[in-house]
């Protein structure tokens, strides 16, 4: 009968898990190894700019490869750090710096739809990243 009782109190005096606080720093984190991660795709696209396994595809390949496994570890790092919530969130980022590096570097346009969507994401991460205690 006492070991009921005790496990009684220890299942009511256990602690639930404490949540913690999304800072500046580890959303530059967050946002560092999302553009890390980016970064593969436009090694990806430059790839597709050669013929297969010349020297240019082979260097991009590389240099695609090496970022993600870079993006791998420090992503690794990153998590170990901050809430897996808050860091899948924030990871969708990765649409909006594509984005970007699609304009900056490749020309593209952007269309409406492209900006709309952009800022439903922003607006899922902000909800995301708001302490609701």
Same mark, same amino acid.
């Given at each position: 009968m006492n070991s009921e009782i005790d496990n009684k109190e220890n299942m009511t005096t256990e602690k639930s898990p404490v949540k913690k606080k999304i800072t500046v720093l580890s959303l530059l984190l967050i946002q560092s190894g999302v553009v890390v991660y980016t970064?593969? $795709? /436009?090694?990806s696209k430059m790839t597709s700019r050669f013929p297969f396994m010349s020297f240019g595809w082979i260097l991009w390949l590389f240099l695609e490869v090496f970022a993600l $496994? %870079?993006?791998a570890i420090f992503w690794q790092q990153i998590i170990k750090r901050v809430d897996l919530s808050i860091a899948y969130a924030n990871r969708a980022f990765a649409i909006f710096w594509s984005m970007l590096w699609a304009v900056l570097i490749f020309g593209e346009r952007v269309t409406l739809q492209n900006i709309l969507g952009v800022i439903v /994401? %922003?607006?899922g991460i902000m909800l995301v990243n708001q302490d609701v205690r």
């Open positions: 970064m593969s $795709g /436009i090694c $496994g %870079f993006y /994401i %922003f607006a």
